[in-house]
């Protein structure tokens, strides 16, 4: 295995595992699996996986709410379980959306 991770040295375990991209090796984070994120992911990718993934969670939220309205066999924690894991899924949704805002305005006063 070793041999196959070329210009990485052995004695860096810092840099932790390498990836091989377009013929040169790229030390990968060992963070970025703990984040969930993978190699070759573009951003714009990950970003719409999440959307994908909180409009997912406020879909059953609302099928919860519904089922429960309509007097089908829903526990009430379940429904309240659902609904605030929505909640707080499109509270970090909207908190990442201000951090790339701040960014974006940072780069951009660092321009001009």
């Given at each position: ?34 984040l969930g994120l993978r190699p070759g992911v573009s951003f714009a990718d990950t970003l719409k996986q999440a959307l994908g993934e909180v409009s ?57």
């Amino acid at each position: 295995m070793a041999s196959a991770i070329t210009g990485v040295s052995a004695a860096t375990p810092a840099l932790g595992k390498a990836t091989q991209i377009a013929g040169a090796v790229r030390p990968q984070d060992p963070r970025s699996l703990e984040l969930g994120l993978r190699p070759g992911v573009s951003f714009a990718d990950t970003l719409k996986q999440a959307l994908g993934e909180v409009s997912a969670l406020q879909d059953n939220a609302r099928d919860a709410i519904a089922a429960f309205v309509r007097g089908d066999p829903v526990e009430l924690h379940e429904v309240m379980a659902a609904t605030e894991e929505a909640g707080i899924a499109l509270e970090m949704l909207i908190e990442i959306r201000n951090k790339i805002i701040d960014a974006y305005r940072t780069v951009i006063s660092m321009q001009t």
